[in-house]
């Protein structure tokens, strides 16, 4: 990939033209026929230094799934303020290390035999990569799989972060890690030191239900003041907890890290003195699924093009494919958002289509077959899943196309 970090940052995140947008990206594509997929150099790099901004000089971990595209994982890596990779999987993780990224965390458990051998047999895997335990069988079970490989293995312990109030008969927040308590978390630790076969380096505590669910839900006022609510308590709650766990750590060994936080928990994560480096991912597209945070605001970087296929009748015109359904509990909020032109919204009786999505709207009329939409998708990384290549547009032209993982020809999930 050209040097594309020798260009600067030209515009500050807020305020973008949506009409003046969809003219460029309309002029940089002219010569592609869709589907395809574009990151906004432009708004890819404005966004990564606002999270540089937010993160106010603690180290930012890229987590890759949120990227999925090595070009541009390097991009935002030779940026100041970016330092290490959270991967999702230890086989890519292992390809990671192939391409020369040096300071890898799986974010994950994994029970991947072949790989676990492959790291327990590779020195310069074993010295760069950090993988995830929550519970003494993984231990075991890595032990079981590293087969005749004898490097010592980078351990770190995930931390569950849930909020538990009225004496944990209510939970909020993701189900991870069985491991809530300082005691919990110090024994699986001692475990880990205590076999010469392991390193233990760090801790992650990943406050899902802090750093993932938007406090400001466009139209939803006092849903939002609840969700503030439930954040602040909860996030004093983690702060006073993941302090005593990382002292409780602590007596069994050094820590080379401290993980926590992701893009929608930045400013209120690194506010703690236990925790070392952040992790952020999302912010640097700045999905759907992230615009409504009080704390910040990015700018969309990642775009797919649907061409218009068909006019069933006055207000309709119907695109092929957009059936690309982001993770998580089903609902409205995990489909595509139709971006550009402004005006255009799903049939409620067919939604994102397999092959073909019907979108109704006044902006409907002024569109002819072979002309673009452009959607946003809910989530990140998960877009990379449905292209193999990114066309990279700086301006009103594309200056460079980049592979995906899924172009790398890499599934790792």
Same mark, same amino acid.
């Given at each position: 990939?050209?040097?594309?970090?020798?260009?600067?940052?030209?515009?500050?995140?807020?305020?973008?033209?949506?009409?003046?947008?969809?003219?460029?990206?309309?002029?940089?594509?002219?010569?592609?026929?869709?589907?395809?997929?574009?990151?906004?150099?432009?708004?890819?790099?404005?966004?990564?230094?606002?999270?540089?901004?937010? +993160?106010?000089?603690?180290?930012?971990?890229?987590?890759?799934?949120?990227?999925?595209?090595?070009?541009?994982?390097?991009?935002?890596?030779?940026?100041?303020?970016?330092?290490?990779?959270?991967?999702?999987?230890?086989?890519?993780?292992?390809?990671?290390? &192939?391409? =020369?990224?040096?300071?890898?965390?799986?974010? $994950?458990?994994? @029970?991947?035999?072949?790989?676990?051998?492959?790291?327990? !047999?590779?020195?310069?895997?074993?010295?760069?990569?950090?993988?995830?335990?929550?519970?003494?069988?993984?231990?075991?079970?890595?032990?079981?799989?590293?087969?005749?490989?004898?490097?010592?293995?980078?351990?770190?312990?995930?931390?569950?972060?849930?909020?538990?109030?009225?004496?944990?008969?209510?939970?909020?927040?993701?189900?991870?890690?069985? #491991?809530? @308590?300082? &005691?919990?978390?110090?024994?699986?630790?001692?475990?880990?030191?205590?076999? %010469?076969?392991?390193?233990?380096?760090?801790?992650?505590? $990943?406050? +899902?239900?802090?750093? =993932?669910?938007?406090?400001?839900?466009?139209?939803?006022?006092?849903?939002?003041?609840?969700?503030?609510?439930?954040?602040?308590?909860?996030? !004093?709650? #983690?702060? !006073?907890?993941?302090?005593?766990?990382?002292?409780?750590?602590?007596?069994?060994? %050094?820590?080379?890290?401290?993980?926590?936080?992701?893009?929608?928990?930045?400013?209120? @994560?690194?506010?703690?003195?236990?925790?070392?480096?952040?992790?952020?991912?999302?912010?640097?597209?700045?999905?759907?699924?992230?615009?409504?945070?009080?704390?910040?605001?990015?700018?969309?970087?990642?775009?797919?093009?649907?061409?218009?296929?068909?006019?069933?009748?006055?207000?309709?015109?119907?695109?092929?494919?957009?059936? $690309?359904?982001?993770?998580?509990?089903?609902?409205?909020?995990?489909?595509? @958002?139709?971006?550009?032109?402004?005006?255009?919204? $799903?049939?409620?009786?067919?939604?994102?289509?397999?092959?073909?999505? %019907?979108?109704?709207?006044?902006?409907?009329?002024?569109?002819?077959?072979?002309?673009?939409?452009?959607?946003?998708?809910?989530?990140? =990384?998960?877009?990379?899943?449905?292209?193999?290549?990114?066309?990279?547009?700086?301006?009103?032209?594309?200056?460079?196309?980049? %592979?995906?993982?899924?172009?790398?020809?890499?599934?790792?999930?």
């Amino acid at each position: 990939m050209a040097s594309l970090t020798a260009a600067r940052v030209s515009r500050s995140v807020p305020g973008a033209d949506l009409v003046a947008d969809r003219a460029r990206y309309d002029r940089a594509t002219a010569h592609l026929d869709a589907p395809f997929a574009i990151v906004d150099l432009e708004a890819f790099r404005a966004n990564a230094a606002d999270l540089v901004r937010r +993160a106010s000089g603690m180290p930012i971990r890229i987590a890759s799934k949120s990227v999925r595209c090595l070009p541009l994982l390097r991009e935002a890596l030779a940026m100041d303020g970016f330092a290490g990779v959270m991967a999702f999987t230890l086989p890519e993780a292992l390809w990671l290390s &192939d391409q =020369g990224i040096d300071d890898i965390l799986v974010a $994950y458990p994994s @029970t991947d035999r072949e790989a676990y051998a492959r790291l327990a !047999a590779d020195p310069v895997a074993a010295s760069r990569i950090t993988v995830m335990v929550d519970d003494v069988a993984q231990l075991d079970f890595i032990d079981r799989a590293r087969g005749a490989g004898r490097e010592r293995l980078r351990v770190c312990v995930d931390i569950d972060c849930s909020w538990q109030p009225f004496g944990g008969k209510v939970r909020v927040g993701a189900h991870r890690s069985p #491991l809530h @308590t300082p &005691d919990q978390v110090a024994e699986v630790a001692a475990q880990v030191a205590g076999r %010469p076969q392991f390193h233990l380096v760090g801790l992650m505590a $990943y406050e +899902a239900h802090i750093a =993932g669910v938007g406090d400001a839900p466009q139209g939803r006022a006092l849903y939002g003041r609840a969700i503030r609510f439930m954040q602040a308590r909860a996030g !004093a709650e #983690l702060a !006073a907890r993941r302090a005593e766990i990382v002292r409780a750590v602590r007596k069994v060994g %050094p820590l080379e890290f401290v993980n926590g936080g992701g893009t929608g928990s930045i400013e209120r @994560t690194r506010s703690e003195a236990a925790v070392t480096e952040v992790a952020a991912g999302s912010g640097l597209f700045q999905p759907r699924l992230f615009d409504h945070y009080t704390s910040f605001r990015g700018r969309p970087a990642a775009l797919f093009a649907l061409p218009v296929v068909r006019r069933p009748g006055v207000g309709w015109v119907s695109v092929l494919g957009g059936g $690309y359904h982001a993770s998580g509990a089903p609902g409205s909020d995990r489909l595509p @958002t139709p971006y550009l032109p402004e005006g255009l919204a $799903y049939d409620p009786q067919e939604g994102a289509g397999e092959v073909q999505t %019907p979108l109704r709207g006044a902006a409907a009329d002024d569109l002819l077959i072979g002309d673009r939409v452009w959607f946003r998708h809910a989530k990140a =990384g998960e877009l990379c899943e449905r292209f193999d290549v990114l066309h990279v547009v700086e301006g009103d032209r594309v200056v460079e196309t980049v %592979p995906t993982y899924r172009g790398e020809g890499k599934t790792f999930l």
